[in-house]
């Protein structure tokens, strides 16, 4: 029969925690500050409440005396915290690098099934065709804005370690570039002349790979190009090198093909028109999506995996922090037995005593968290990386702790904290009062 | 050996928390498996086998292509044994998402990367057939092809003339990586560079290549057959880079550059912070059993020892968990690998990685008892006793 009972008892529990981490994940922020609120309520203003508190009170008290096994269950947390939002936040910067790069209002058209524009080509009667598609915006003089754009890679070397070479891409653009693109600014030098070999670097791209300041010179295809001038744009765009599509193709052999057309559309809702006019055309066989689409969907593999990797990595941490926390709680639960026994024989009931331990275990792991997210956030908000991306070549991209990630990392703490307390503390409230006391 | 109960007992004297404490160990070891395997996937080039050999490639990019009237010149280079040629295809089979590492190679390619271990047989049937592939057995596996297989593979890059992106092939051979082999070496797909010529839209692709494999007659040659090669072009619209095939290899896994180190370094911190918790637990374990260790003292065991039985307790303690959550790894590496399609090329977990997790469990027990096992030495039996 007691078996039962306590088989029973076990599986409770169990659903009980079931049924918290259920709601918990599922609670937006403003549902967990009212429980928040309520619960501090409670705590003012009911007779077990004020109990509550006082039991509490001493506990925390002795926290100071427990100082080493007391951080075991803060450091423990603040990791987990920390490593999960850190590999958020870069799977999160990578793919809003990326998603910032495209917008609605433009497309690009690349030749069919290609994925990625070093992969495609595109000739010059094909381009003029696309230019000329219905749908694409004209400019004052009625000509399409619209630039045919070629992508090849270069070896430069990455300043972190100057021993390995980095694929950077450089990007030869049409004239209506500056129309099309209109986030690029300059913030140095000069643009680029067309036809006399200059190129003008993206931030990123200055940041990350040696020998891109102004007036030095870089070598591509044999020749000697000149850097004259800086560009941001808060986006891919940074990683990149830019020169007009002539220079790049009479350079690399190109002929008067390019790889990629990105064209201004007259309207967002234009899109569907101008994709079905293309695919209509028997002289063309391209892929067709809004910028906004091509560069999301590159983001995709990596973010998937980066993210994939993070939440394994913070759950296998989190099951050692659960269980460095029960450990130290159950150690203090039992150090204080006497204590919590002497509580309950002259009269506070077990609620209290469940709560307080609880309550012990969640500030400890509020703080654990509160220290991992914060670290994080203090080195790695805005650090800047890079990796390969779809076009064979380097990415620049930054970590975006934003947030929502900040609060991601607090709600996996205290979960934590709350399985971590969660036993012991019924272990205190179930021991019977004559045994605790008898305990030395 | 013979305290072997004393120690076990004292391990297990608080059931739960060490089942708490094993767990910990047990989750940062499988972390440290899973570390190590990340680490190997990200140097892939440290195979011992590909000393001898050399690539050249274009100097400014790896998309620039090399006219092949280069191979008989790199040929001529004294040290110089045999020179291939391997062209990038950009593969895909059937879905966007199953890249294919393939590569149209010269036909001697076979006799260079001698670690390609093809049957004889289907090395003749191989060679007899124009369309034929060989693939690398993990490869095979991973679509279920089998010898005799007709495969359509897409190139992201190249039509054949007719304009059709999809070429056919016929597998004729699959291909075990012999032992030393680089990591992933059982991915790859190879085919006839004549029938990558023939088929290509693109002309240019007949006196074209990718890159060359260059073999020496020894390896120490490198660096002045690697000058001798680059000077062939300096100068000229085509100029090349030489360099070990180690060096080559890195530098594609450095192209993925910041996050290798940064999954690495995020990893070892955690590892670190649950070794750190352990300790502070094993320690506390020991502080509990003070007036224990005194009573040993007191019945004539010597103080080395009480040292020794709480450092082979911390030992035992930190292999029982690790050696979990190590083959634990071996289990979970494989699938995270499989869910990633073929993102992440895990290699399963070696010798290698057990004989480095197991050296740091040893000095990890070692270090997390050595505290406690100090206190527990200089204990004075009066004291410990009495409960001071």
């Known amino acids: 029969m007691n078996r039962i009972k306590k088989l029973g008892f076990g599986l409770l529990t169990l659903l009980l925690v079931a049924a918290f981490l259920g709601v918990w994940i599922a609670l937006p922020w403003q549902g967990i500050v ?22 509490t009170r001493v506990g925390l008290a002795t926290v100071v005396q427990r100082l080493g096994s007391s951080s075991v269950v803060v450091v423990g947390i603040a990791g987990v915290v920390g490593v999960l939002v850190a590999m958020l936040a870069m799977s999160d910067g990578f793919a809003e690098t990326l998603r910032a790069t495209g917008n609605d209002r433009t497309a690009i058209v690349l030749r069919g099934g290609s994925q990625a524009e070093l992969n495609s080509i595109l000739d010059r009667d094909s381009a003029n065709v696309v230019m000329q598609a219905p749908g694409v915006k004209k400019d004052a003089k009625g000509r399409p804005i619209a630039s045919g754009e070629l992508v090849v890679v270069a070896n430069l070397t990455r300043k972190a370690t100057p021993d390995t070479d980095a694929n950077v891409p450089i990007r030869g653009v049409g004239a209506d570039v500056w129309a099309l693109r209109d986030q690029v600014r300059i913030v140095a030098g000069r643009t680029f002349q067309p036809g006399l070999r200059e190129l003008i670097v993206g931030k990123g791209a200055r940041a990350q790979f040696a020998g891109l300041d102004i007036g030095k010179s870089i070598r591509l295809a044999g020749q000697a190009w000149t850097v004259v001038g800086e560009f941001t744009s808060g986006d891919a765009l940074e990683s990149e090198l830019w020169s007009d599509a002539e220079s790049v193709a009479s350079a690399y052999r190109r002929g008067s093909s390019v790889q990629s057309v990105t064209v201004m559309l007259a309207s967002p809702q234009a899109f569907p028109a101008f994709q079905a006019a293309l695919a209509a055309d028997p002289r063309l066989k391209v892929d067709v999506s809004t910028t906004q689409a091509y560069f999301s969907k590159q983001s995709e593999g990596l973010t998937k995996v980066l993210r994939a990797v993070g939440i394994t990595v913070g759950l296998i941490m989190a099951i050692g922090a659960i269980f460095g926390a029960l450990n130290t709680m159950f150690a203090a639960v039992q150090a204080r037995a006497r204590e919590i026994a002497t509580l309950r024989a002259i009269g506070f009931r077990g609620l209290p005593v469940v709560v307080s331990v609880m309550l012990e275990t969640m500030l400890l792991a509020l703080l654990g968290g509160l220290v ?22 380097q990415v620049v991209f930054r970590f975006h702790v934003s947030g929502a990630l900040l609060w991601t990392g607090i709600k996996w703490a205290l979960a934590i904290g709350f399985i971590g307390g969660l036993f012991p503390a019924l272990r205190a409230a179930r021991v019977p009062v004559t045994t605790a006391l008898r305990e030395l | 050996m013979k305290y072997m109960h004393l120690i076990w007992a004292a391990l297990f004297r608080r059931k739960t928390r060490t089942f708490f404490t094993l767990a910990s160990i047990l989750a940062a070891f499988l972390l440290f498996g899973m570390l190590d395997a990340t680490r190997a996937a990200f140097s892939s080039g440290d195979s011992v086998i590909g000393v001898d050999r050399l690539i050249t490639a274009s100097r400014y990019s790896i998309i620039q292509s090399l006219p092949v009237s280069l191979t008989t010149r790199i040929q001529a280079i004294p040290g110089v044994k045999a020179v291939g040629t391997a062209n990038w ?11 294919v590492l393939s590569f149209a190679v010269s036909d001697n390619y076979l006799d260079i990367y001698h670690e390609i271990d093809l049957p004889a047989d289907q090395r003749k049937v191989f060679e007899a057939t124009r369309t034929g592939a060989i693939v690398g ?12 297989d ?8 190249f039509p054949q003339r007719s304009g059709d992106k999809t070429w056919p092939f016929d597998i004729v051979g699959i291909y075990k990586p012999a032992p030393g082999a680089a990591n992933g070496t059982d991915q790859q797909f190879f085919f006839h560079h004549k029938y990558f010529e023939d088929a290509n839209a693109f002309r240019s692709v007949g006196t074209t290549v990718g890159w060359y494999a260059v073999q020496l007659t020894s390896a120490d040659k490198a660096d002045s057959v690697a000058k001798a090669i680059d000077a062939l072009s300096a100068n000229s619209d085509h100029e090349t880079k030489t360099q070990t095939e180690q060096a080559f290899n890195a530098s594609f896994a450095k192209q993925l ?13 955690v590892f670190f912070t649950l070794i750190l918790l352990t300790g502070n637990t094993m320690a506390q374990a020991v502080r509990e059993r003070t007036s224990e260790l005194a009573v040993l003292k007191t019945i004539g065991f010597s103080s080395r020892s009480v040292l020794g039985m709480v450092l082979a307790e911390g030992i035992l303690l930190l292999m029982l968990g690790g050696v979990l959550g190590l083959a634990l790894a071996g289990i979970v590496v494989p699938i995270v690998a499989k869910g990633s399609g073929g993102m992440l090329n895990l290699p399963p977990i070696g010798a290698q990685t057990w004989l480095t997790g197991l050296a740091l469990m040893v000095a990890i027990g070692a270090l997390v008892g050595a505290l406690p ?10 004291d410990a006793l009495a409960g001071r």
Not at chain 1, 34 to 55: C, D, E, N
Not at chain 2, 89 to 99: A, C, R
Not at chain 2, 373 to 382: G, H, K, S
């Open chain 1, 34 to 55: 009212a429980l928040g609120l309520a619960f501090t309520a409670w705590m003012a203003f009911s007779r077990r409440g004020r109990q509550t508190w006082q039991v």
């Open chain 1, 372 to 393: 991992g997210a914060g670290v994080v956030w203090l080195v790695f908000n805005g650090y800047t990386a890079s990796t390969l991306g779809s076009n064979f070549s």
């Open chain 2, 89 to 99: 295809f950009g593969g895909i089979y059937q879905d966007p998402k199953n890249f």
């Open chain 2, 137 to 148: 057995e993990a490869l095979a596996k991973r679509f279920g092809w089998k010898i005799g």
């Open chain 2, 150 to 157: 007709k495969v359509p593979l897409q190139s992201t890059i």
């Open chain 2, 257 to 269: 550059g910041d996050i290798g180190l940064i999954v690495s370094a995020i990893m070892g911190a």
């Open chain 2, 373 to 382: 096992a100090r206190r527990a030495i200089r204990l004075n039996i009066v």
